[in-house]
């Protein structure tokens, strides 16, 4: 299975770990590649290089989610560049540990302006292209805790939620125009975001997943692809969590 046409994809927080995972498995399909990042200039570039070596064109571009100023410039950017996307991955996102009486406001005020208002802002912007053209996907990188909520994580697991909400009240809004809108809710995946455990931790999660093993991002990678294809033209507002059987 293939894209029906050259496509343009859009992975906010591409830089490294799911996001780069996603910029490659595109870029493997033809697809043009956008890999937009906050601050991992090195690391955007290092996944650029491993797309361009898959024969896509690549561009790296930067951006603060929290700001609709730098999200309207660089949404002008890509236009004048002719690469306006028609595939939104919206998977950029930060992580919080800790108990929620510990929780500053500014931490609160943090995590929800990255991880929700990033999405709302990227995906309003970005939607007129694909409404004009009566077709696009939207895919929201969520968490398998918007689903089922985890302790000492209330903060990210709020946004997560947040973020399956809102995945599902704009599909239904999208509908008619032919944009398909979906999320994909990994459980534990091998990336950088699970550091914040030690290894008698990581073993006991493990051990918690029927699998036995957390995640690859290039597993979560090959979702997102399948729902940019025009064979899951007829799924829109789900949310999908490959866990290893952790949660159903």
């Given amino acids: 299975m293939t894209l029906n046409r050259p496509s343009t994809v859009l992975v906010t927080g591409g830089s490294r770990g799911i ?9 493997a399909e033809g697809a043009n590649i956008i890999i937009h990042y906050l601050e991992s200039h090195e690391a955007a570039n290092e996944t650029a290089r491993k797309c361009m070596a898959l024969g896509a064109n690549v561009m790296t ?10 999200l309207i410039r660089m949404k002008e950017k890509l236009e004048s560049l002719h690469l306006m996307p028609d595939i939104l991955v919206n998977n950029g996102g930060i992580s919080h540990y800790g108990m929620l009486i510990d929780v500053t406001e500014q931490e609160w005020d943090d995590v929800m302006s990255v991880n929700l208002k990033g999405m709302f802002l990227c995906s309003q912007i970005f939607m007129p292209h694909m409404i004009a053209n009566r077709f696009g996907r939207i895919i929201n990188v969520s968490s398998v805790w918007g689903m089922a909520g985890a302790s000492c994580e209330v903060l990210y697991s709020t946004t997560k939620g947040g973020m399956n909400a809102f995945t599902k009240a704009l599909a239904k809004e999208l509908a008619p125009t032919g944009i398909t809108v979906n999320a994909v809710a990994p459980g534990a995946v091998d990336t950088m975001m699970m550091s914040g455990f030690d290894d008698a931790e990581k073993a006991a999660i493990e051990q918690e997943i029927p699998l036995g093993r957390f995640a690859q991002p290039d597993e979560v990678a090959s979702l997102v692809y399948f729902l940019s294809l025009p064979e899951s033209s007829y799924i829109t507002g789900q949310i999908i969590s490959p866990n290893g059987g952790w949660h159903t």
């Fill in 19 to 27: 996001g780069a995972a996603i910029a490659q498995r595109f870029a």
């Fill in 61 to 70: 571009i930067n951006a603060d989610l929290r700001s609709k100023e730098q």
